[in-house]
């Protein structure tokens, strides 16, 4: 993991997905706007985990944040009450 920088991370300008590894994303958006995104993936079921703005979330706290354990949520079944 760590191929990103924190100076890179600021220069970042360009819309799209930047990995840094082990999951671990930066997205910028088309207006400027930066966050991190956790990409977990388990039974083939692929799930992308917001970790916050890179206003509030550092880059190793996105790190850390990316090598703990991700919960996937349970599926949805539609319970019925016992007859």
Do not use: Y
């Not at 958006?29 to 977990?40: E, T």
């Not at 916050?52 to 009450?81: F, I, M, Q, W, Y």
């Amino acid at each position: 993991m760590g191929k990103l920088s924190a100076t890179a991370v600021k220069a970042a300008t360009r819309p799209g997905r930047i990995g840094d590894g082990d999951g671990l994303f930066l997205i910028v958006q088309p207006s400027g706007s930066k966050s991190w995104v956790c990409r977990v993936q388990k039974n083939g079921n692929r799930r992308d985990f917001g970790l916050g703005s890179t206003s509030k979330v550092s880059l190793s706290l996105a790190r850390e944040r990316a090598r703990g354990p991700a919960p996937l949520p349970e599926p949805r079944h539609k319970s019925r009450p016992p007859s």
